[in-house]
C-alpha cells in the first residue's frame, strides 16, 4: 500500500494518516513532522527549513526530496507507506515517480473559506497528533499520550494565508497530475473525521 495524501493545510491529512497508519500498519512519512524534529533538534536541515516554514513558504526541493528519498528507503516503508504532505509542487511530483510507484493519491477536499478556523485553532502533540480547541473541551494534554498540546508556530492568521496562497499555486495543480495518472480519488474532507476515515477506507 503506497499512498498520497494530497489537500490544503488543514484539510485533515494528518489526523488521517495516524488513523489510516495505524489500520494498514505502515509508516506515516510527514514531511512537516520531519522538519519540526529537525527544528527541534537544531540540525543543519532544521536551521534552512525552519526560515522557510515561518514564512509559509515551501522548504527548497534539493532538501526536500533528498529526505523522502532517503525515508522511503527504509526497510519500513518496503511494503508500503503513507506520504502525508509531499509531493507539493510538480518537480516533487516527477522526482518521487522515480523512486517509487504510488499506487492511490487520496485528495483530501475542503473549502478554502473553512482551512483558516481549522488551522488557527489547531493544537498538536509531539506524537503526531493533532486537535481543534473546539472539541478539546479545555484539555490541554495528549489524549493519546498524555504529553502536553502545543500551538504550531507557523499556525497564525498571516502564515497561514501565505501557505494557502502557496497550495494554490504549487500544490493544487497536482490534482489534475494524478488524474491523469489515474490513480486519484477525491474524498468530501467536510464531514466529521470518522466519516472522512471511512470513505477513505472504502476508496482504497
Ligand atoms: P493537515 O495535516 O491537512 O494540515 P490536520 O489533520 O492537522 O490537517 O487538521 C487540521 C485541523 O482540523 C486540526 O485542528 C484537526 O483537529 C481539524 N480536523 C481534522 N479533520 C477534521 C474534520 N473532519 N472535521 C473537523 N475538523 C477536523
Ligand atoms: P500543513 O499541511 O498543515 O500545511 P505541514 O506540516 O505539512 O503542514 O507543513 C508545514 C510546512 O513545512 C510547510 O508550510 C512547508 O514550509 C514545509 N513543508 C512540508 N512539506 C513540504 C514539502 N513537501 N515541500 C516543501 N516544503 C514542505
Ligand atoms: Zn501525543
Known amino acids: 500500500m503506497k499512498i498520497i495524501l494530497l489537500g490544503a493545510p488543514g484539510a485533515g491529512k494528518g489526523t488521517q494518516a495516524t488513523r489510516l ?3 494498514y500498519q505502515i509508516p506515516h512519512v510527514s514531511t512537516g513532522d520531519i522538519f519540526r524534529a529537525n527544528i527541534k533538534n537544531a540540525t543543519p536541515i532544521g536551521v534552512v527549513a525552519k526560515s522557510y516554514i515561518d514564512k509559509g513558504q515551501l522548504v527548497p526541493d534539493e532538501v526536500t526530496v533528498e529526505i523522502v528519498k532517503q525515508r522511503l528507503a527504509e526497510s519500513d516503508c518496503e511494503k508500503g507507506f503513507l506520504l502525508d504532505g509531499f509531493p507539493r509542487n510538480t518537480f516533487q511530483a516527477e522526482e518521487l515517480d522515480k523512486f517509487a510507484s504510488v499506487e492511490k493519491v487520496v485528495n483530501i477536499n475542503v473549502d478554502t473559506t473553512k482551512l483558516v ?3 488557527t485553532g489547531r493544537r498538536v502533540c509531539q506524537c503526531g497528533e493533532s486537535y481543534h480547541v473546539d472539541f478539546l473541551n479545555g484539555k490541554t494534554d495528549c489524549a ?3 504529553k502536553t498540546l502545543y500551538q504550531r508556530a507557523d499556525d497564525n492568521e498571516v502564515t ?3 501557505r494557502l496562497s502557496v497550495y ?3 500544490t493544487a495543480p497536482l490534482i489534475d497530475y494524478y488524474e491523469k495518472a489515474g490513480k486519484l480519488v477525491t474524498i468530501n474532507g467536510d464531514q466529521n ?3 472522512v476515515f471511512e470513505d477513505i477506507i472504502s476508496s482504497l
Open 21 to 23: 497508519a495505524e489500520k
Open 117 to 119: 478556523k481549522r488551522i
Open 144 to 146: 493519546k499520550c498524555g
Open 160 to 162: 497561514v494565508k501565505e
Open 168 to 170: 494554490e499555486k504549487q
Open 193 to 195: 473525521i470518522d466519516k
